[in-house]
């Protein structure tokens, strides 16, 4: 047991390590409760606008765990009779100051952290009275740390969301979440929270969904939250209201279902994620070993567990990339300034089919303006349109959209075959084959209808776009605009600038991205330009090993180090076959020697399915048919899974510095970003150029490394 008051705080408590915390301050005011009993309220806040959450700091941890020591030494004089915290107006707190965190000097230094964040926060459940956490706003991480070391938790049902996303950065939740979450929702619930929802794309839970879990008490609308709050924490001390846990787990749930549920996870995590992210799995070990042993011994497992991860390579990459998508993807590099851009009252998309509709429906519900499709005849028109109605239907069914927002957007929407209804359009982008003639032609006939300072965009994901607009009376207006599918969940637009974009056109491409919700970054009008280009090495160097006798899950096991969400052919198969082997010819036509397509690759697109899989969605082997394909196409030189991730790697830090050197983007941060949004390389990765550089495939190919000094954990600098 940890006897946390023995412990000497002072090196992470120097000027030197809190210079430039944003200090979250904890002043106290008493409230005197309807029965009279005095309540002391601690209000967290920075002194910030809500732009600037209150964060949790080594310097606001001290403040913090003073003004908790005076109020400990009231409530044994009988001055208090409870104690509340909450915070700014819409925050709690979103956690511990990462910035801190990353500046940390050894594996001492951090484990000092978690153990200070266990000693102050800690006292929330050790004051001599009760506690209550009034949940306010957003709590995140150590946010939602203090609400669950509280008594008891009430929340405001328009909080805006709470999480513990520490697995998503490659640690745990280490002040008491990973120990007391379970103990108080069950390990299941648990296992949602903690290692599910941060590996969905860092899904947060909201107020409603915290207190059906079992995580708060109470849970009160925003317009007297306070109010209500209050008086029902005095109900709480008077015995007039009783808080039963429903989904506290009892002595059964602790002797079976909790291993079961623990060996399940496993499984599920080493199917979906395999095993080279380490948080998951850490996350695991300590929810597993929480079903038993006492707080103190669960806050030291969790101490250590945490000064292990915040040292090494997968937090250091997993802050990088989190300072990319916080911050770069927030201010693109190379966008023009923005009063350049038009406004754009109306949108015009080319084509009715599913990637078009996909587009309107964006639209209309982004930018809430006019949008008009079109297609070759009036059924693929109508079909669309349909198509788009249903969706806003079904987000209605949700409740995410009421009655007259969802009949204002449908009415929005419209169809054509008569293209000069197009005439009033502000932007116009196309989703037609990929097919460089298609394109033009179409621009060619819409050129004509739209007013002269209409943008026009491509969704091309491989083709040249200075070679669409060749034939542009305006070719300064169009610019490439790639999305990546599903439209509506992937975060990244590829903004792509040809050498006769206007500046006024890319303007315009990055404030309506930003108005889509989108993260945008620039690049150069290369083939495939990042992220699809990169993609085509994997797919490339996956399919070379195949067609040169290596066994199908040979090849997609070799790829595993790389930590991607998907496995090659299992993207392949995602992305579809047709535009694989045409993503592939045209990166072959483009870099030969640096690219490698295979014949087969079309006669396989032909088939209805290629490969089999698994429950899991897991290539698990070729179809029959896919098999009389390859038969006499495959070659006697096996690979090892060895060779072939060597050769995956080289490829990819030759390509990289060859577009850095080509400037496609401006930096090879932009690279990463891309990856990161557009291709779901993981955050514990940092994109595909700390791990290059960690694995020492820069050095081997161009004698350097992509960042100085490389991005490496506090263990390994």
Known sequence: MTDYESIDFSPILSPAAT???????????????????????????????????????PATLAELGETLAGLTARAAAGEIQAVGITGKQYILAAGADLSDISRLGSKDDARLVAQFGHKVIGALGDLGVPSFAFVNGL???????????????????????????????????????????PNLIGIENALEVVI???????????????????????????????????????????????????????????????????????????????????????ALDLLDKAKSGTKAEGFAREDEALAELITGDQFAASMYA?????????????????????????????????MA????????????????????????????????????????????????????????????????????????????????????????????????????ATNTSSLSVEEIGATLAHPERLVGFHFFNPVAVMPLIEIVKTPHTADAALSTAFV????????????????????????AKVMGEAARAVYEGTPLMTVEKAFAP?????????????????????????????????????????????????VEKDKGGRVSGWTKQAEKVLKGAIGSSPASPDEILRRVQDGLAQEIRIMLDDEVVPEVEDIDLCLILGAGWPFIDGGASPYLDREGASERVFGDTFHHPPIRGIAHR
């Open 357 to 456: 509709s996909q587009f309107a429906l964006l639209f209309v519900r982004r930018l809430q303006v006019p949008v008009l499709i079109t297609d070759l005849d009036q059924a693929r028109v109508d079909k669309g349109v349909a198509y788009i109605h249903e969706e806003i239907g079904k987000l209605e069914a949700k409740g995410r959209l009421d009655a007259d927002a969802a009949n204002r957007l449908r009415a929005l929407v419209r169809g054509t075959t008569d293209k000069t209804e197009f005439a009033d359009c502000d932007f116009v982008i196309e989703a037609v084959f990929e097919e460089l003639g298609v394109k033009q032609q179409v621009f060619g006939e819409i050129e004509k209808i739209i007013a002269e300072d209409a943008i026009l």
């Open 512 to 535: 309506v991205a930003k108005g889509l919700g989108k993260n945008a970054v620039l690049t150069a009008d290369a083939p495939g330009f990042v992220v699809n280009r990169l993609l």
């Open 19 to 57: 210079d430039g915390e944003v200090v979250t301050h904890s002043p106290v005011r008493d409230i005197t409760l309807p029965s009279g009993r005095v309540l002391a309220l601690i209000t967290l806040d920075n002194g910030r606008d809500h732009n600037r959450p209150n964060t949790l700091g």
């Open 322 to 354: 989190f300072d990319l998508v916080q911050k770069r993807a927030k201010r693109p590099v190379g966008a023009p300034d923005k009063q350049l851009a038009k406004k754009v009252t109306k949108v015009g998309i080319i084509g009715a089919g599913l």
């Open 196 to 282: 599910s929802n941060p590996l969905k794309q860092n899904r947060m839970l909201k107020p409603q969904q915290a207190f059906d879990l079992g995580i708060m008490d109470a849970i009160f609308p925003a317009a007297n939250y306070l109010e209500n709050s209050l008086q029902w924490a005095d109900g709480v001390l008077a015995g007039s209201v009783k808080v039963t846990r429903k989904n506290e787990p009892g002595k059964m749930e602790r002797l079976t279902k909790w291993p079961i549920a623990i060996k399940m996870a496993r499984g599920m995590l080493e199917s979906k994620i395999g095993t080279v992210p380490r948080s998951p799995y850490v």
């Open 562 to 610: 790389l930590g991607l969400p998907m496995t090659p052919f299992q993207l392949i198969d995602l992305v579809g076959w047709k535009v694989a082997a045409h993503v592939q010819d045209t990166m072959v036509a483009a870099f030969p020697d640096r690219f490698y397509a295979n014949e087969n690759f079309h006669a396989l697109a032909q088939l209805e399915a290629v």
């Open 139 to 181: 709590a995140l991480g150590g946010g939602l740390e203090i609400a669950l070391n509280s008594t008891y938790r009430t929340v405001d049902a328009s909080a805006a969301a709470i999480a513990l996303p520490e697995v998503f950065l490659g640690i745990i939740p280490g002040w008491g979440g990973a120990y007391l979450l």
